[in-house]
């Protein structure tokens, strides 16, 4: 997802109907809650794991029930969603959520 994810999800929202899938592939530096660049990988997987649960909560807020999650790509966390129920413009408008940058290693 991009900067605009915001309207990825009033889209979703809009166009899917109950019982609709809805897959997010995301980087997986881009959930981690810590920041700087941390070389202590165990603080960086809780720190995504925490930024990961913390997605899935908004979108449960926004009538999206969390089917799947797949972190077995070293790269990218695949987040697959049903729909359940419809959400109102005003609560769509309230959605607080920040992505951090994409992190990639110096080669």
Known sequence: MGVDFADFLKESNRVLRKGGTLVVAEV??????????????????????????SFVDLL???????TLVEKENQMFVL??????SGVRDKKMKDINFTFKSCRYKKR
């Open 79 to 84: 987040l697959h969603f049903r729909k359940v």
């Open 28 to 53: 997986k530096s881009r959930f981690t809650q810590v920041e700087g660049d941390s070389q202590d990988l165990k603080r960086d997987k809780e720190s995504m794991t925490a930024g990961i649960k």
């Open 60 to 66: 449960a807020d926004l009538g999206f029930k969390n």
